[in-house]
C-alpha cells in the first residue's frame, strides 16, 4: 500500500508563491496526481506526473521525484481563489491491475490579502 | 459536457434507516468509481465498474453496502441498515479508460444520526 504525507494546512499572502509537498511509499509506482478541492465542492484535477521532473501548467507547476518518492505543488501569483485543500494521489498497478489512487488528508491553503 | 453529477447533495437519515445514492457519470465514461471520506480523514476508494460490471469492489466496508451499475449507465450506492459510522461524503468519479485521470462529482453529505 501508499503512506501518503501531506501538511494539513498552509497559509500564505496573495501575489506569492507557495509550494506544497507530498511524500509517499509504493510498491509499485504508476503515478501521481494532483487535485484542488473548494469547500463543498468536487476534487478538480490539476496535474499528472508519471516521470520525474516538473510540468507546468499557468500558475500552477507539479514536481515529482520517484527515487526520493516526493512531489510538489507549486502556486505562483496567488489569488484569493486559491484558497482551498490540495489533495496529492498516488496510483499503485500492483493493485490488481485497476489502477486506483490513495489519496492523502489534503493540504488546507489559505491565501490572505 | 456536463460533468459527473450526484444525487442528492445531502441526506440525513437515521440509524437502521436505508440510503440510496445516485451518480450519473460523464457520458461516455465506462469507468465509474466510489469513493468515501470520513470526517478528518483522506478520501478512500470503495469501488470500480467498468461498464456494469464490478471490476474491484476491495474497498466496500461490509456487506451493509450494495452498488449497481445496471445498463453501464448511472450508478447506485445503497446502504441498508446505515450506522453511525457511515455518515461521510460519499464521491463518486468517471474516467473513459482506467489509466485516465478520473473526474469527480460534487459528492453527497450523509449524515447518520
Known amino acids: 500500500g501508499q503512506n501518503i504525507d501531506q501538511p494539513t494546512e498552509m497559509t500564505a499572502t496573495e501575489g506569492a508563491i507557495v509550494q506544497i509537498n507530498c511524500t509517499y511509499q509504493t510498491s509499485g509506482f504508476n503515478g501521481l496526481f494532483w487535485y484542488q478541492q473548494h469547500a463543498g465542492e468536487a476534487p478538480t484535477f490539476l496535474s499528472y506526473n508519471v516521470l520525474d521532473g516538473l510540468e507546468e501548467k499557468g500558475r500552477f507547476s507539479s514536481f515529482l521525484s520517484r527515487s526520493k518518492g516526493y512531489s510538489y505543488l507549486l502556486l505562483k501569483e496567488l489569488q484569493m481563489k486559491d484558497s482551498a485543500s490540495y489533495l496529492c494521489?498516488?496510483?499503485?498497478?500492483?493493485?490488481?491491475?485497476?489502477?486506483?489512487?490513495?489519496f492523502g488528508r489534503g493540504t488546507s491553503l489559505i491565501v490572505h490579502p | 459536457e456536463a460533468g459527473v453529477t450526484q444525487f442528492p447533495s445531502h441526506s440525513v437519515i437515521e440509524k437502521g434507516q436505508t440510503v440510496t445514492l445516485r451518480c450519473d457519470p460523464i457520458s461516455g465514461h465506462d469507468n465509474l468509481y466510489w469513493y468515501r471520506r470520513v470526517m478528518g480523514k483522506e478520501i478512500k476508494f470503495l469501488l470500480h465498474?467498468?461498464?456494469?460490471?464490478?471490476?474491484?469492489e476491495s474497498g466496500m466496508p461490509n456487506n451493509r453496502f450494495l452498488a449497481e451499475r445496471t445498463g453501464g449507465t448511472y450508478s447506485t450506492l445503497k446502504v441498508q441498515p446505515a450506522e453511525l459510522e457511515d455518515s461521510g461524503v460519499y464521491f463518486c468519479?468517471?474516467?473513459?479508460?482506467?489509466?485516465?485521470?478520473?473526474?469527480f462529482g460534487p459528492g453527497t453529505r450523509l449524515l447518520v444520526l
Open positions: 468519479a468517471s474516467s473513459q479508460e482506467p489509466v485516465e485521470t478520473q473526474y
Open positions: 494521489a498516488v496510483r499503485d498497478h500492483a493493485s490488481g491491475g485497476s489502477y486506483i489512487p490513495t
Open positions: 465498474f467498468v461498464k456494469e460490471s464490478k471490476q474491484d
